[in-house]
DNA sequence: CGTGACTTTGACTCAATTCAATGGTTGTGG
DNA sequence: CCACAACCATTGAATTGAGTCAAAGTCACG
């Protein structure tokens, strides 16, 4: 999950972030995934008949909010963020996503536009299934109907909880918890840095800010060694004291 | 689905607000709702053989934060809130449930504990129906297991699109929206007073503001002549100024 | 008619946004 | 290889939105 595919190979409509390559949906490695894990080859090779590959540059748009889904995306390789408009003329970065992740997975179910847009923060490889297809399995498979059900159920309370920190937290939680989250998600396992250059701006859509304050707030806490900062990438150097932070503004 | 128990009748352990007696939740009213239109009558005989009523006094909590879920709640008559604590002390109201809606469906859904309180607005009754049962059905009946998915999918893109107004829009604005969903909530039909004695903290807990700052801001609305207010009961002038401010703030 | 819970209002404080100015980086084409 | 443009990062000062605290005022109910 964590090896990436090197750069010059995601012109090739390569698929698998394992490695293989022709053998499609079968040998993928989301097939490790809770969610796909009750489908048999039988629906695995339903999904991989119709798949098609989708490769994006960093900036790159994977869609934009308001249009409709159009099928499942599985991101194969590479880093997405999904963003929405705010009120204020910025942005406002909804999640991360990594390899193996579905990308707008909500949308798609619940049968609307999309509520948001997917970008590429880097180079990324994306599988298409078509809706038709993707639908057909779902409706055979109970199984897998109760857990994307167990799935969506959990979503929400993980929704619920990070609007309540949004929206009660001071700005140095929020961009604490901004800044752990984007470690939980992209971490590496032998350092404390980062594996993700995000913008300043970026940063601030994730914690609910003005750039202006993001970078004022991470001033804060590289003064106060939390972190080491050079450029984008961030370095963890206190958790206790971010997940402190985090807890009591 | 308007027409509520005279509160004598709460204690009497009826169960259906159809008004019908002792024939459960084959003529039970909340047939009628999409999602348990799937339902067999065998189906819903499975859900009726252990169901039981609960009959709960305004101000009475049906369950607390961090209990675990031990069946379906369906609301048969009066209102209830769902609200949790917020980290300064105050409340944050959630969600307002009407009769014939599921009360804390999600969390019964994600296997978890629940994320909020459910507390009675005035005197209500509540229909239990054991897990087993409920799961039985859930499990066998893909057709329900589909509408959960999309049930559970719009869940979320309102959930979003409810906390990025909390977020970032200013208080009038929030107050605005607060007012506004009451009323979708519990509006009568033959005039434009909000069926509901809400606090004024608990406006301010569903508009994520102080106290003092709904008061300020609902004192406010009635200067500018977009609401009247008498007591706690709540009577909208102008709908088109009140969705003005939700927008522009 | 007194007690407690709720409502209202004012003054103060502080957090956060806005706006503006400046400095730094990067990539591109001449 | 340099110069320029475009974008990004940083910092300061002024402004405003919202929370806090406290003091009355109102209401219902025993």
Redesign the interface.
């Known amino acids: 999950m964590k090896k990436e595919f090197p750069n010059q190979h995601l012109g090739t409509g390569c698929h698998q972030n394992s490695g293989r390559q022709s053998e499609g949906c079968m040998h993928c490695s989301v097939r490790n995934l809770f969610l796909l894990s009750a489908l048999s080859d039988g629906e695995l090779h339903i999904l991989n008949r119709e798949r098609t590959s989708i490769n994006l540059k960093a900036g790159d748009p994977l869609y934009h909010v308001g249009t409709a889904p159009q099928g499942l995306l599985c991101l194969s390789a590479g880093k997405i963020k999904l963003e929405?408009d705010?009120?204020?003329g910025g942005k406002?970065i909804?999640s991360l996503y990594k390899p193996s992740e579905f990308i707008g997975f909500?949308?798609l179910?619940?049968?609307?536009l999309y509520?948001s847009s997917a970008i590429a923060l880097e180079n990324s490889t994306v599988c298409f299934i078509p809706k038709l297809h993707f639908n057909q399995v779902?409706?055979?498979n109970?199984m897998l109907?109760?857990r994307?059900?167990?799935y969506?159920?959990?979503?929400?309370?993980k929704?619920?909880?990070?609007?309540?920190g949004?929206?009660?937290?001071h700005m140095r939680a929020r961009l604490a918890d901004a800044i752990l989250y984007t470690y939980e998600r992209y971490n590496h396992p032998n350092n404390n840095e980062i594996q993700v250059a995000l913008k300043r701006s970026d940063l601030a859509a994730l914690s609910?800010m003005t750039t202006a304050n993001a970078i004022r707030t991470l001033s804060e806490f590289i003064k106060d060694k939390h972190i080491e900062v050079q450029g984008r990438k961030i370095k963890i150097l206190d958790f206790t004291a971010l997940r402190k932070i985090s807890q009591l503004g």
Chains 1, 2 share one sequence.
């Open positions: 929405k705010n009120l204020n406002q909804i909500t949308d179910l619940g049968q609307t509520t779902l409706q055979s109970q109907a109760l994307v059900i167990e969506l159920a959990a979503e929400i309370s929704i619920v909880e990070r609007s309540s949004l929206t009660q937290k609910n």
